[in-house]
C-alpha cells in the first residue's frame, strides 16, 4: 500500500537550486547577477532593528559635556537650518541621565547593559551613523530599502535573490516582530518591491499561526493532508502528461513544499523544545512575543538555514512626553530586555561556532538629539529625532571585534571621524555575504535598481 | 558630514543596450557616430500608420490580425496549434472577459453551436455584462494604484474611495471610448460644465499617498504626490518610464531635466496639498442615490401636507394643556439645593459612564464620604450652563423638590459631555455623548408626587471643559404658548400660532405623521453621498511658480518653468493653453505615437499573459523591442479607428484565430519558444489573484453578484490590521458581503489582504505597472487552508450530494469536475478521486471531529469536501489554459 505521508516527507524538490523554473529565465531577463559572488564572510544576517530610535547617545556614546551643560542652552548653530519633528523654540541640552560600566577592551557603555558589556570584545561598535531623514518611515525606508518611500525590495528580498535559499523547507527571508507594534513603515520594510514576490520577507507571527495559512484546516489531520496532496499530485501529473506546461511541474514541487513547510516551521519556532538553561539565558517564556524570544527563534532559524532573520523590537521611540516613552522609566524598561537577550544571542551564537558566518546587527533608523525635547512644556525627559549621528553594533561574520569606529562632536551632534551612511552599511552588508551591491541590480522603470540606490561605499572600516 | 557624493557621476554603471535601437541620448553625446537627424527616430516615437495585413488565403485567418501573426510564425519556422476545444475556449474566453468562470449550462448551449456566428454572440454578451465592467475596473485599478486607504506610516483610511472605483466600474460598463475616458481622469474638472461623475473621475490622480505623520513637512509630500502624478501618467499611457528625470538628464531616453519639471507644471495646479483630511473633497452622491433624493424629497412634501392642525383635536388638546399648567402651578414644586460630588476620575469615557460608583449603588448619602469624598452643596442658579474640569471623569448632582400636589412636570438638561438622569431612583435618561452644555438639549417628562422628590444627575466628561444645564416647566410649551393658554376663552394672534406648533410638534394624534417625516428626513440624509477627494485647480491668484528642483530636491528649486511636453514627442496645438485638459486632450489626440500603442500592447497582454512589447510600461530605448511591430500599430490603429473603443479592441482579439489556438504543447515547441513570443500557441497562465478567489466562489454558487458600493471585509487571519495609531478594525463580513467579488475587499496600503498578496497583487503604493506571477508554496497552503477556498469546497460538497438526477459517485465526480473545471474527467482522474474519496470516508467514518469540522457532522458530505477542495488547489483550476 502506498504511504504518501512518508514518500512526501522524503521527496527531494529540485534539488538545490530553490528557484521556481521561470525564475532563471526571468533573471537573466531583468537581472546583472554576479555569475561569481564575491569570497563571503557570512552566510546569514540576523538584523535586529529597535523601531522608534533607540538614544543611543545614553547607550554607547559617552558625553562629559554633556552632563556638564545639563539644562543649558544648546549652541545657536545646532538651530541653524535645521528642522526638527518635535522641538520648537530653543531647546536645552540634557545629559545623561544613567551611569556608566566600562565593558570588554575598556569600552564605555550604559550602566543598564551590564551583560552586553561583556560582549563587546566581539562587537564591532559604530559611533558614526549618518541618516539623511529624521522621521520614521521614511529613515526606515532609506535604511532597509535604500529611498525614503515605499516601494524598493528590502535588504532581505535583495538577499534573498541574490543568495537564495539554504534550506528547501523554509523560506530565505523571515520577519519577526516584538514590542506590540508594526514599524513604522509597515510592511513595506519586509517587502520585495519589484523583485518576484517569493523574495519578499515572511513574518513568522506570534499569534495563531506562525505563517499565515499554514496550519492545515480544522478537518484536516496530518496524514489527511497527506493523501489530499498526493491526488492532488497526481491529478496535476494528469495535467501536465496532456498539456506539458512546465509551471504545473513547478507547482506540484510547490505542494510538496509546502506540505513539509507545514512540518518543518512548526519545529523550526518550538520555542518549548529548547532546554531549561537556554531559556534562563535568553530570559525567553515560549508562546509570548518578546524580543528574548525573537532572538532565541533566530538563532533556530539562522541554524536551520535561514538567510535574513529581520527582527523589530518596538517601544524605543524615546520622546520624553510621558512615562511610556521617556529616558527615566521607558528606556530602563528596554534596556533590561535588549541587555539580556541581545547578549544571550551573542553568547548562543558563540558557543554553537555559528558567529563566524552570521552577521548580527543591532541598531535603530537614526539618532536622537543631545537636546531634551520637552513636548508641550513635558516633564518627562526624552529626546527628539535626530538624522546627523547615532551607534550601532555590528558582530560576526567577518566584521571587526573589539572595535569602536569613527567618532561624534564633544555633546554628540554631528559626526567628527569617520562617517558611515546608512548606504555605507547596506554596500558593506552585501559584501560580508560576497555581493557586489553595484552588481546586484534589478531593471525595473526603465533603469536598474540596487539596494544601495546611487549611493554606498563598502567600509573596510568595519571588517576584521 | 559625509562626504559629499557625486551624485550624477555616480547613476549607475550602464547595462547592455536594448538591442534593435540606438538610443537617443547616447547618440547625441557621442560625435563619433552619425548625426541623430539622420536616423529614423526611435521606433515608439514614429508617428502610427494602420499597416496593411499580409494577403493571405489558407482559410486559418479569422481576423486581419491573424494574418500578422501567421507571417511571424512563418519567419519562424512555425504552424498554427490546433483550434482549442470548444468548451475550452468558453473557458477562456470568459475568465478572459469577465474573470469569472462560465457555467456548465453556457458551455453545454455553446458546445451544441460552436460557429462563428455563435462565438461571437458569445462575445458581444460577455463584454454587455456587469462582470466584463468589473473585470476590466481590475485591470484599471492596478494601473490607478486604487487604495481604500492614504499609505505611508498612519495609513488612514480613504473610506469613500469606492466612489471612484464605482466610476471605473461604470465607465467599463458603458464602453465610454477611451478618450473620454482619459479626459474625465486627468482634467474632468477642467471640462466645460463638468458633472459630478467627471469630477469624481479625477480622484485618479487622488491615489496618491498622503503623510500624516507627525513633523512632516507637507510641501515634501505634496510634491511627492506630484512626481507620482507625472510618473504614473507617464508609464501608463506613454509608456515611458520618466522618475528619473526628475534628479538628472535621462541617461538613455531623450529627456532632458528640465522638461520633467515641465510635466510636473502641469500637475503643479491643483489645491490639495497633503492635508491629512485629503481635502479638497467633492460630495458625490450616486446616481442611485440622486434619483432615490428625489423619490424622497415627493415622499417627504406628501407627508408634511398630513400635518395641518384641525380645529377639534386641537380644542381638546389646548384644554389638556390648560390642565397641566394649572396642576403645574397648583403643585408649586420648590427645588432645594444642588449637591454634588466628584470628579471621580476613570480610565476612560466610556466605562466612566457606564461604572456604578457608590451613589447608584448605595443611593445618595449627603452626610457621608461617598468614593472617598464628601458632597459638597452648590448654589448654582438653573437656567445657566456650569463648568468645571476634569478629563475621565464623573460628577454626580443631586436635589430635592418638593411639590405641594401631584402633578406633570418636563425636566430639562443640557449636559457636557455623557449624561445619566435618576427620577425619584428611577433612570429616566441615559445618553453617552460627546458635546458642550447648552440649554434645554434633553427633555424628560416626569410625575411630581405630592411631598419631596429626589433627582439625581451623573455628567462625565471626556475631556476639556465639563458641565450641565438644568430647567423645569410644566410641559414643553414655551414662553408665547404658555401665555396664550392663560389667557381665556379661544387663543388668538401670535400665540395661537405659538401653539399651533407645539400642537404640531407634540401631539399625540400626530405621532405617526411626524416619525414617518422623520424617517424620510433620516434617509434623505443618507442619500448626500461620499465626499471623494478629487483635483481642483487653484484660482489664478493663488497658482504656483513651478521650478526645476536641482537633482530632485525641492528645497533648491533652480530656473522658473512653464507647463508643456517634451520637445521629442509632437506639440500641443498652438494657441492651446498649457493646462491639465490640453495636455489630456493631447495624451489620446491622433498625433499622440504612444497612447493607442501602449494600451493596445495592454490589452493585449491581459489576454496573452504577455505584451507585445514585454515591457508593458517601457517604451523607451531601455525596453524591449515589440516581437511584432505590424501587429502592435495595427492594434493600435483599430483601436483609434474604432473611436477609442476598448470593447471593440477586445472583441477583435478573442475572435481572432491567433486568440482560439490550442495551449498544449509539446516540449519541443516550448524549448523552441519558451515564453511563446511567436504566438504558435494559445496562451495559459495562472490566474491574478482577483480571479482565483472570484472562480472558487462562483462555482461553488456562493458569489454575491452585487455591483459597487463600499468596500467589503471577506474573512483574513487575525492580526493582520495591527496598525500603529489607528483603532480601525477589521469586521468580518458575516453577510453575503462575504463572498463579494475581489474588487470590492477593502484594500489597505499596509496590510493588504495576505492572500491577494500571496498570488501576487501588489500594496499598491505606486502604480502597479505589471504585476509579477510567481508560483509558490504559500499559494498551496492558501488553496488549502484559507477559508475563502474551503467555504465554497463545502458548498460544493453539499450540491453533489443535492443533486437530483446523479446514479452514482463516479456520476458525481463527474458533476463536481465539470463544475468547476468545465470538462468531463477521464478515467483515470474519475478513478483517482474515487480512490481518495473512499479512503476519506473509510477514515471520516470514524472520526466524527473532523467529519463536524468539514461537514457538519455528516461524513459522507466531508470526504466530499476533502475531494472538492483538491479539485480547487489543481493546476488546471488556478490556470486559464
Known amino acids: 500500500m502506498r504511504d504518501p505521508f512518508h514518500a512526501l516527507c522524503r521527496r527531494r524538490f529540485l534539488a538545490g537550486s530553490g528557484l521556481s523554473l521561470g525564475a532563471i529565465t526571468l533573471r537573466q531577463l531583468h537581472g546583472d547577477l554576479p555569475t561569481?559572488?564575491?569570497?563571503?564572510?557570512?552566510?546569514?544576517?540576523?538584523?535586529?532593528?529597535?523601531?522608534?530610535?533607540?538614544?543611543?547617545?545614553?547607550?554607547?556614546?559617552?558625553?562629559?559635556?554633556?552632563?556638564?551643560?545639563?539644562?543649558?542652552?544648546c549652541p545657536d548653530e545646532f538651530l541653524q537650518r535645521e528642522r526638527f519633528a518635535f522641538i520648537k523654540g530653543h531647546p536645552l541640552l540634557l545629559g545623561h541621565q544613567h551611569g556608566w560600566i566600562r565593558g570588554q577592551n575598556g569600552i564605555e557603555v550604559c550602566e543598564l547593559f551590564p551583560h552586553l558589556a561583556q560582549q563587546l570584545g566581539d562587537?564591532?561598535?559604530?559611533?558614526?551613523?549618518?541618516t539623511d531623514q529624521f522621521n520614521?518611515?521614511?529613515?526606515?525606508?532609506?535604511?532597509?530599502?535604500?529611498?525614503?518611500?515605499?516601494?524598493?525590495?528590502?535588504?532581505?528580498?535583495w538577499l534573498s535573490y541574490g543568495l537564495g535559499s539554504e534550506n528547501q523547507n523554509l523560506p530565505a527571508f523571515v520577519v519577526l516582530l516584538s514590542g506590540g507594534s508594526l514599524p513604522s513603515a509597515g510592511k513595506a520594510l519586509w517587502s520585495a518591491g519589484f523583485l518576484p514576490s517569493r523574495h519578499q520577507g515572511v513574518e513568522f507571527r506570534t499569534v495563531g499561526d506562525p505563517v499565515a495559512y499554514l496550519e492545515d484546516a480544522p478537518g484536516f489531520d496530518r496524514r489527511r493532508r497527506a493523501r489530499f496532496v498526493a491526488a492532488l499530485n497526481d491529478l496535476n501529473h494528469e495535467h501536465e502528461a496532456n498539456h506539458g506546461d512546465p509551471e504545473t511541474t513547478a507547482r506540484i514541487a510547490?505542494?510538496?513544499?509546502?506540505?513539509?513547510?507545514?512540518?518543518?516551521?512548526?519545529?523550526?519556532?518550538d520555542l518549548a523544545s529548547e532546554p531549561a538553561e537556554v531559556h534562563t539565558l535568553y530570559g525567553s517564556t515560549p508562546g509570548q512575543a518578546s524580543l528574548a524570544n525573537n532572538c532565541l527563534l533566530a538563532r533556530r532559524l539562522v541554524e536551520r538555514g535561514v538567510r535574513f532573520v529581520q527582527l523589530f523590537d518596538s517601544g524605543w521611540d524615546m520622546h520624553g512626553t510621558g512615562p511610556g516613552d521617556d529616558l527615566m522609566t521607558q528606556f530602563p524598561k528596554k534596556a533590561r530586555q535588549l541587555d539580556r537577550a541581545l547578549s544571550a544571542l551573542l553568547v548562543d551564537l558563540r558557543r554553537r561556532g555559528m558567529l563566524e558566518d552570521t552577521l548580527v546587527v543591532w541598531g535603530g533608523e537614526f539618532g536622537r538629539t543631545p537636546m531634551n525635547e520637552a513636548r508641550n512644556g513635558s516633564t518627562f525627559l526624552g529626546r527628539d529625532h535626530h538624522p546627523h549621528c547615532f551607534s550601532m553594533l555590528l558582530a560576526g561574520g567577518g566584521t571587526k571585534r573589539g572595535a569602536v569606529v569613527g567618532a561624534t562632536d564633544e555633546l554628540g551632534y554631528r559626526v567628527t571621524d569617520t562617517p558611515i551612511h546608512v548606504h555605507d552599511l547596506q554596500a558593506t552588508l552585501l559584501y560580508l555575504l560576497g555581493l557586489d551591491h553595484e552588481r546586484l541590480t534589478w531593471k525595473f522603470q526603465g533603469r536598474a535598481f540596487r539596494l544601495t540606490d546611487v549611493h554606498g561605499v563598502v567600509r573596510r572600516e568595519l571588517m576584521a | 558630514m559625509p562626504p559629499p557624493r557625486p551624485i550624477v557621476a555616480a547613476v549607475l554603471r550602464p547595462y547592455p543596450i536594448a538591442r534593435c535601437v540606438v538610443p537617443f541620448a547616447l547618440?547625441?553625446?557621442?560625435?563619433?557616430?552619425?548625426?541623430?537627424?539622420?536616423?529614423?527616430?526611435?521606433?515608439?516615437?514614429q508617428r502610427l500608420e494602420r499597416p496593411t495585413p499580409p494577403a493571405r488565403d489558407d482559410g486559418w485567418d479569422r481576423s486581419p490580425l491573424d494574418a500578422f501573426v501567421r507571417r511571424t510564425q512563418q519567419q519562424h519556422g512555425l504552424t498554427p496549434a490546433p483550434a482549442v476545444a470548444p468548451a475550452a475556449w468558453l473557458r477562456r474566453v470568459t475568465l478572459d472577459l469577465t474573470g469569472l468562470p462560465p457555467t456548465p449550462a453556457e458551455v453545454e448551449a455553446y458546445v451544441a453551436d460552436p460557429s462563428a456566428a455563435a462565438a461571437a454572440r458569445v462575445v458581444d454578451r460577455l463584454l454587455a455584462s456587469d462582470a466584463a465592467a468589473e473585470r476590466w475596473a481590475m485591470w484599471w485599478l492596478d494601473l490607478a494604484r486604487y487604495a481604500d486607504s492614504q499609505g505611508y506610516e498612519k495609513d488612514l483610511l480613504r473610506p469613500t474611495m469606492w466612489r471612484y472605483r464605482d466610476w471605473v466600474i461604470d465607465a467599463f460598463r458603458r464602453d465610454l471610448p477611451f478618450d473620454q475616458f482619459t479626459i474625465e481622469q486627468l482634467a474632468g474638472d477642467l471640462l466645460p460644465q463638468a458633472t459630478v461623475d467627471q469630477r469624481v473621475a479625477t480622484a485618479f490622480h487622488r491615489q496618491t499617498m498622503g503623510n500624516t505623520e507627525g513633523g512632516t513637512d507637507d510641501e515634501e509630500f505634496r510634491v511627492a504626490a506630484v512626481i507620482d502624478r507625472v510618473d504614473t501618467t507617464m508609464s501608463v499611457w506613454m509608456g515611458t518610464t520618466i522618475g528619473c528625470v526628475q534628479c538628472h538628464e535621462h541617461k538613455y531616453d531623450p529627456f532632458p531635466h528640465r522638461e520633467f519639471y515641465e510635466l510636473f507644471a502641469f500637475f503643479d495646479q491643483t489645491a490639495d496639498a497633503d492635508r491629512d483630511d485629503d481635502a479638497p473633497l467633492l460630495r458625490a452622491p450616486t446616481l442611485r442615490q440622486q434619483a432615490m433624493a428625489k423619490v424622497l424629497e415627493l415622499e417627504l412634501t406628501r407627508l408634511r401636507q398630513q400635518l395641518v392642525v384641525e380645529a377639534e383635536p386641537f380644542a381638546a388638546w389646548c384644554a389638556q394643556q390648560r390642565r397641566a399648567q394649572a396642576d403645574f402651578a397648583a403643585a408649586a414644586p420648590r427645588l432645594g439645593?444642588?449637591?454634588?460630588?466628584?470628579?471621580?476620575?476613570?480610565?476612560?469615557?466610556?466605562?466612566?459612564?457606564t461604572a456604578a460608583f457608590a451613589p447608584e449603588r448605595e443611593g445618595v448619602r449627603l452626610d457621608n464620604e461617598q468614593e472617598g469624598q464628601r458632597w459638597q452643596r452648590r448654589d448654582d442658579q438653573d437656567g445657566v450652563v456650569h463648568e468645571w474640569r476634569g478629563d475621565n471623569s464623573v460628577v454626580y448632582l443631586h436635589r430635592t423638590l418638593h411639590a405641594a400636589s401631584a402633578a406633570q412636570a418636563l425636566l430639562s438638561f443640557g449636559s457636557d459631555d455623557a449624561i445619566k438622569v435618576w427620577w425619584n431612583g428611577e433612570l429616566v435618561l441615559d445618553h453617552e455623548v460627546g458635546r458642550a452644555a447648552l440649554p434645554d438639549q434633553e427633555r424628560v417628562p416626569v410625575s411630581l408626587r405630592e411631598g419631596d422628590n429626589t433627582l439625581l444627575l451623573k455628567i462625565?466628561?471626556?475631556?476639556?471643559?465639563?458641565?450641565?444645564?438644568?430647567?423645569?416647566?410644566?410641559?414643553?410649551?414655551?414662553?408665547?404658548?404658555?401665555?396664550?393658554?392663560?389667557?381665556?376663552g379661544a387663543p388668538a394672534g401670535t400665540g395661537l400660532l405659538a401653539l399651533q406648533q407645539q400642537y404640531l410638534a407634540t401631539a399625540p394624534a400626530l405621532a405617526a405623521v411626524r416619525e414617518a417625516i422623520a424617517a424620510a428626513e433620516r434617509e434623505l440624509d443618507a442619500q448626500v453621498g461620499p465626499e471623494v477627494p478629487v483635483l481642483q485647480e487653484l484660482p489664478a491668484d493663488r497658482r504656483r511658480v513651478t521650478h526645476v528642483h536641482r537633482r530632485g530636491n525641492f528645497r533648491d528649486p533652480g530656473e522658473v518653468v512653464t507647463a508643456d511636453v517634451p520637445k521629442v514627442w509632437p506639440p500641443l496645438p498652438a494657441g492651446a493653453p498649457h493646462d491639465r485638459l490640453t495636455f489630456a486632450r493631447w495624451l489620446v489626440s491622433r498625433d499622440n505615437p504612444l497612447t493607442a500603442r501602449v494600451i493596445g500592447n495592454r490589452l493585449w497582454s491581459e489576454l496573452f499573459g504577455a505584451g507585445i512589447v514585454t515591457t508593458l510600461e517601457d517604451f523607451g530605448t531601455q525596453g524591449e523591442p515589440p516581437s511584432d511591430p505590424a501587429l502592435l500599430d495595427w492594434l493600435a490603429a483599430e483601436l483609434v479607428?474604432?473611436?477609442?473603443?476598448?470593447?471593440?479592441?477586445?472583441r477583435t482579439i478573442v475572435l481572432s484565430a491567433t486568440y482560439g489556438q490550442s495551449s498544449a504543447a509539446s516540449a519541443a515547441a516550448r524549448e523552441h519558444d519558451p515564453d511563446n513570443r511567436w504566438l504558435g500557441r494559445g496562451p495559459s497562465f495562472r490566474l491574478g489573484a482577483e480571479m482565483v478567489r472570484d472562480q472558487a466562489l462562483a462555482v461553488a454558487g456562493l458569489l454575491t453578484r452585487t455591483v459597487g458600493g463600499p468596500s467589503v471585509m471577506p474573512p483574513q487571519p487575525d492580526g493582520v490590521w495591527m496598525q500603529i495609531y489607528s483603532g480601525e478594525r477589521w469586521q468580518t463580513a458575516t453577510g453575503p458581503d462575504r463572498w463579494r467579488r475581489s474588487l470590492y475587499t477593502f484594500w489597505r496600503r499596509t496590510s493588504p489582504h495576505p492572500a491577494m498578496l500571496v498570488f501576487d497583487a501588489q500594496s499598491r503604493e505606486a502604480c502597479v505597472l505589471r504585476r509579477q506571477r510567481t508560483n509558490t508554496p504559500l499559494q498551496s497552503l492558501v488553496l488549502w487552508n484559507d477559508p475563502q477556498f474551503l467555504e465554497p469546497a463545502a458548498e460544493l460538497a453539499r450540491r453533489v450530494l443535492a443533486e437530483p438526477g446523479l446514479a452514482d459517485d463516479a456520476a458525481r465526480v463527474a458533476w463536481l469536475w465539470r463544475q468547476c473545471l468545465l470538462r468531463q474527467p477521464t478515467a483515470r482522474e474519475t478513478a483517482r478521486l474515487l480512490e481518495l474519496l473512499a479512503s476519506e470516508r473509510g477514515q471520516l467514518a470514524s472520526d466524527t471531529k473532523a467529519a463536524a469540522a468539514l461537514a457538519g457532522g455528516d461524513p459522507g458530505r466531508a470526504a466530499w469536501t476533502v475531494l472538492a477542495s483538491v479539485v480547487l488547489s489543481l493546476d488546471e483550476f488556478v490556470t486559464r489554459t
Open chain 1, 136 to 157: 520614521h518611515a521614511p529613515a526606515e525606508h532609506l535604511l532597509f530599502s535604500g529611498a525614503p518611500r515605499p516601494g524598493r525590495p528590502s535588504m532581505g528580498a
Open chain 2, 337 to 353: 439645593p444642588w449637591h454634588a460630588l466628584g470628579p471621580i476620575v476613570v480610565g476612560d469615557f466610556h466605562t466612566a459612564h
Open chain 1, 36 to 73: 561569481r559572488p564575491l569570497a563571503p564572510r557570512a552566510k546569514n544576517v540576523i538584523y535586529l532593528h529597535m523601531e522608534g530610535a533607540p538614544p543611543t547617545l545614553d547607550m554607547f556614546d559617552r558625553k562629559p559635556q554633556l552632563d556638564r551643560f545639563d539644562k543649558k542652552p
Open chain 2, 460 to 488: 462625565t466628561n471626556g475631556n476639556g471643559p465639563s458641565g450641565y444645564w438644568f430647567g423645569l416647566r410644566a410641559t414643553a410649551l414655551a414662553g408665547g404658548a404658555v401665555a396664550a393658554l392663560a389667557v381665556e
Open chain 1, 254 to 269: 510547490q505542494n510538496e513544499l509546502a506540505f513539509r513547510m507545514q512540518a518543518s516551521v512548526p519545529a523550526a519556532v
Open chain 1, 123 to 130: 562587537c564591532t561598535l559604530v559611533r558614526s551613523m549618518v
Open chain 2, 641 to 650: 479607428d474604432s473611436g477609442w473603443s476598448l470593447r471593440h479592441l477586445l
Open chain 2, 27 to 45: 547618440a547625441a553625446a557621442s560625435p563619433a557616430q552619425a548625426p541623430a537627424a539622420a536616423r529614423a527616430p526611435h521606433w515608439s516615437y
